[in-house]
Nanobody, 125 residues
Framework: QVQLEESRGGLVQAGGSLRLSCAAS??????????MHWFRQAPGKEREFVAG???????QYADFVKGRFTISRDNAKNTVYLQMNSLEPEDTAVYFC?????????????????WGQGTQVTVSS
């Protein structure tokens, strides 16, 4: 069984930075070949794609985070990261780590087959 565990989010002021991490575990899970993603969901809104990284480090970002967020992975540690800079109050949401164990990076939430429990990120103005 595959499990994804996100690091704790937190409260940060607008303009600040925060780094999220997500550690994957599971005897049958080959992390290095999975496409890893970050999604987020704000209150009253649908879950939306933030960033994704393929097994060959191909990356894809939502337009609203380009130039501010960076996704990366460390296959030796089975961990994916999301470095968030220049945070804005509109970035406040629960952030979810998600894996697509077979296939490429996808911005569609239903394409991911493993999800973390989510971590709250709050940006104050």
């Amino acid at each position: 069984q595959v499990q994804l565990e996100e690091s704790r989010g937190g409260l940060v002021q607008a303009g600040g930075s925060l780094r999220l991490s997500c550690a994957a575990s599971g005897r049958t899970f080959i992390f290095s070949s999975a496409a890893m993603h970050w999604f987020r969901q704000a209150p009253g809104k649908e879950r939306e794609f933030v960033a994704g990284i393929g097994w060959r480090t191909f990356t894809q970002y939502a337009d609203f985070v380009k130039g501010r967020f960076t996704i990366s992975r460390d296959n030796a540690k089975n961990t994916v990261y999301l470095q968030m800079n220049s945070l804005e109050p509109e970035d406040t949401a629960v952030y979810f780590c998600a894996a697509r164990t077979r296939g490429l990076v996808s911005s569609t939430p239903s394409d991911a087959d493993v999800w973390g429990q989510g971590t709250q990120v709050t940006v104050s103005s």
